[in-house]
Each structure stands twice: as C-alpha cells, then as structure tokens.
C-alpha cells in the first residue's frame, strides 16, 4: 500500500493568492483528516470526514478555509486568499472503519510570502 | 471536552539513558491512547497504541507505554536511548467512540538524543 500520498509537497506562495492542497487517503479507509502543525499551536485539527462527509469543521480557522471529499479517493483543502499566518505544514490522515488508528501522510509544507 | 497534556516539552538525555515522557489525558470513560512519532522532517508514524487488555503496551523500536488509568496517564518509556531516537513524540486520545473519530493530540514533546 502507498500510504497517504498528499501532493504538493512544498507549496511556496505569495499572500492573496489560492492554495490547494490535495489528499489521498488509503484505499478502503472511510475517515479522512486535516491537520495543521505549526510551531506556536502545535498539531491542530481542521476538519474530518467520514465517508466523504464533513463531520466536523469545527477547527478550520475562518472562512478563508474550505474543505471537499468528492469521493473516497480524494480530498481538498483550499485557502483563498492566503495570508503568511497560513504558513504552516498541513497533513492528511486517513482511518479504515475496523481500526482507531490514523496513518498520516508526509505533509505539505506551505509557505505564504 | 477531552485533553491530553505532556508536560515535557523539549528533553535532552544522552545515549543509553533512559526515557520517559508523560501524558495525562482528561476523560473519565473508555479511551484508546497513542503515541505517535515525527522525525525530522518526515511524518508523523505511528509508535504504539492501546485499546484494551495489557496495560504495558510494547511498540517499535524498544519503545513501551503503561497506561495507568486511575492517574489518567500513558507515560512513554525506554531503557536506553539512540541518538536516531531524536524526534518530536506525540501522545494522543480518542474518546467517545461514538461520538466521532477524533484524536487529540497533547503538545508533543521534543526530544533531542546528545551521541
């Protein structure tokens, strides 16, 4: 299995513009994360999914922040517009429904300039 | 609301000294614990965990956990550390099963193995 693949990898942008972040979870997983890992807050939960259904938003910061499963195999965290505050490495984690562990993926490393 | 605090938040040992990291967690019903450990630059993985049963949980690489529960803990531990053990380490808790999937995760604490 290839694990969580997120893509890219390394993201560096300029304040105002969008970003996209993408996640593939773990084939047969049926819960989908989004992390945020920064220096000053430490790992913080965005949002969640199960079975490509938003369960809980409750972490994304503000509206600038969106969040979609279109199926199973895919999902997307989009900032518009960025700010440098976003700046931050964000990871995906996927779950499968007989298991309470979550497997991450390497990260995206953003950088907003 | 569940937490979990580790109130280490950066350690410095030697080579072949031994480790302990504490976690307590707030929650009074059923959890499942973790530790989980990020190196650098790469991904958090997976170290251990407990669901049930033993409550001396073995992991990778020499690593245990013991939950304690009456002290609402699960303190990491190992015998003798490496300097490839240099990492940040992350205890985390979900509680509440039915309530959701949810981890949370304690602060993380880092680790820095001198050769």
């Known amino acids: 299995d290839a694990g969580v693949i997120q893509s890219p990898r390394h993201e560096v942008t300029e304040m105002g513009q969008e970003v996209t972040l993408r996640c593939k979870p773990i084939?047969?997983?049926?819960?989908l994360f989004w992390y945020r890992q920064t220096m000053m807050r430490g790992l913080e939960l965005l949002i969640y999914f199960n079975n490509n259904v938003p369960i809980d938003d409750s972490g994304m910061p503000e509206d600038r922040f969106s969040a979609k499963m279109p199926n199973a195999s895919f999902s997307t965290l989009k900032i518009q517009p960025s700010e440098p505050r976003d700046s931050a490495v964000y990871f995906c984690?996927?779950?499968?429904?007989?298991?309470?562990?979550?497997?991450f993926g390497p990260g995206t490393r953003l950088t907003v300039l | 609301a569940q937490s979990v605090s580790q109130h280490n938040h950066h350690v410095i040992l030697s080579e072949a000294a031994s480790l302990e990291l504490g976690c307590n967690y707030s929650?009074?019903?059923?959890?499942?614990l973790f530790w989980y450990v990020q190196y650098p630059g790469q991904h958090l993985q997976l170290l251990l965990k407990y669901f049930s049963g033993d409550p001396l949980v073995k992991g990778i690489k020499g690593f245990e956990a013991e939950f304690i529960k009456s002290k609402f803990s699960f303190n990491l531990r190992k015998p003798s550390v490496q300097w490839s053990d240099t990492a940040e380490y992350f205890c985390?808790?979900?509680?509440?099963?039915?309530?959701?999937?949810?981890?949370?995760f304690g602060g993380g604490t880092r680790l820095m193995v001198k050769p």
């Open positions: 929650y009074g019903g059923t959890v499942n």
């Open positions: 084939s047969g997983h049926n819960s």
């Open positions: 984690a996927s779950r499968g429904l007989r298991t309470d562990t979550q497997y």
């Open positions: 985390a808790v979900n509680a509440n099963r039915n309530a959701g999937n949810m981890l949370t």
